[in-house]
């Protein structure tokens, strides 16, 4: 498929480079390759010396296990411990591509090699060659395209034939956990796209687990908001609040400046709400991370037969995910397929690393022209909850507690009798007119 042409070839910046740069980068990269061999060897020596000894040779997630958590060691991992970062060969069946599988063994020294150039305070170019990519994977959601706002795709597979999988992880709640995962896929030759809660970022043992997937194990880090909340709930404000805090929370503990793609909804509800979509391409996000099939609510037969080329996974860091995804990740690279990122599924680049720039002042939302874009049965947005709002002052629509905005039948029945009222078509359906008429009053 055409995706691999888009991978950059150096892993570490997606910057345009100079010849020059290149070379001596390459360069670079070749003596760090002998080295980290002479270490693995070095390593391996430490291990067959009758003393066994547990000196870190690189940091390996597993041993920073977070003490707080009292999970039960998943994974055997006694014998292997030293040489954990050698990656067990996997047998790829047919199209493990050897290219872009080599540097992955070179655990790349990211950190220390952060490009310095001042940038922008706001990343506002739309990523417009990455989405035609996705496009052309047939990844777009067209029925989000309605009107002249153009949203974000939302993610929820791959058009491809190839035999990749991403799997992503949301919440992490449980650091040790989340270690035993990242560990696991690392083993597997696999890659994790996290999506860790921002609160979570404080927790014990969080800032090395996480530097090290993604400096050293080229994870993706991506957003799920500060504190877990649906965010069509809120007002535009506190919804943008949410994300921004996230991702800063983020930049905070990885100590760089990390351009997140990926924006995945609580409960995945709200990817049809116009404001979420207009602040996420304001950040720069690529999309919303939906998911094909849910680790958490699945059974391993179950995952196991959903394999197939471009499925995304979800999962969490709960003691049950751990056990199951222990098992579920060996497997998928014993059936040949590669788990690879969010980004590399899609065809796009890495996330691009700048230098940290602390204290940076929230973005307000762009200004942008609501199109009362139609809402039905099953969908979640703010625009729904302000209907309620309307339908429940005009006496239409009955509800205990707050509006929940979520578009129920109850809902289409009240916006059905408005519509009768209004002479309009009662449909049941909010369609841009409907909405006007009962927001705007005309
Ligand atoms: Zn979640």
């Known amino acids: 498929m055409g995706d691999k042409k888009k ?18 980068e390459e360069q670079i990269l070749r003596l760090g390759a002998v080295l980290v061999s002479l270490l693995v060897v070095a390593a391996v020596v430490i291990i067959v010396a009758p003393k066994r000894s547990h000196t870190v040779i690189i940091n390996h997630p597993s041993q920073t296990r ?21 990656r067990i060969d996997t047998t790829h069946a047919t199209d493990g591509d050897p290219a872009t599988e080599a540097p992955t063994e070179v655990p790349t020294m990211a950190p220390t090699e952060v490009p310095t150039e001042a940038p922008t305070e706001v990343p506002t170019a739309t990523p ?11 990844a777009v959601d067209t029925t989000a395209q309605e009107g002249g706002f ?25 650091v040790g956990n989340l270690q035993t995962i990242a560990s696991s896929a690392y083993k597997n030759g696999g890659k994790l796209t996290i999506f860790p809660i921002g609160e979570n970022l404080t927790k014990q043992g969080m800032e090395e687990t996480l530097k090290t997937c993604a400096f050293e194990l080229g994870f993706e880090i991506e957003n799920h908001t500060m504190s877990h909340e649906r965010v069509f709930k809120l007002s535009e404000y506190d919804m943008a609040k949410q994300i921004w805090d996230q991702r800063q929370a983020v930049n905070e503990l990885l100590g760089v400046n990390y351009q997140q793609h990926f924006f995945r909804l609580m409960g995945g509800d709200g990817s ?31 995952l196991k037969n959903f394999l197939q080329p471009g499925a995304i996974y979800l999962f969490h860091t709960t003691d049950r995910d751990t056990k199951i995804l222990t098992q ?10 590669e788990m690879v990122t969010m980004n590399e599924l899609f065809g796009f680049e890495e996330n691009q690393v700048t230098a940290y720039q602390p204290n940076q002042e929230m973005p307000i939302p762009q200004a942008y022209e609501d199109e009362y874009r139609t809402h039905k049965v099953g969908d979640y947005a703010y625009n729904i909850l302000l209907m309620q709002d309307k339908l429940r002052e005009l006496g239409l629509l009955v509800m205990d507690g707050e509006s929940t905005g979520y578009y129920g039948k109850q809902t289409a029945e009240a916006i059905s009798e408005f519509q009768s ?14 909405q006007r008429l009962l927001l705007m009053g005309s």
């Open 150 to 174: 153009e949203y974000l795709p939302v993610f929820s597979k791959a058009d491809t034939f190839e035999r990749k999988i991403a799997i992503t992880i949301d919440d992490c709640f449980q």
């Open 66 to 86: 977070d003490v707080e958590i009292a999970a039960p060691p998943l994974e055997t991992e006694g014998p292997q411990e030293g040489v954990a970062f050698v």
């Open 7 to 24: 991978m950059p070839q150096d892993r570490r910046s997606v910057k345009k480079k100079s010849r020059k740069q290149r070379r001596q």
């Open 128 to 138: 417009v060659a990455a989405l035609t990519a996705a496009e052309a994977l047939g």
């Open 421 to 434: 009222q209004k002479g309009l078509p009662a449909t049941g359906v909010a369609d841009s007119a409907t």
């Open 272 to 302: 049809s709400d116009q404001r979420t979509h207009n602040y996420l391409k304001q950040l720069g996000f690529y999309g919303i991370a939906d998911w094909s099939i849910s680790g958490s609510n699945a059974e391993l037969q179950e």
């Open 328 to 337: 579920f990740i060996p497997y998928v690279a014993s059936m040949g397929y």
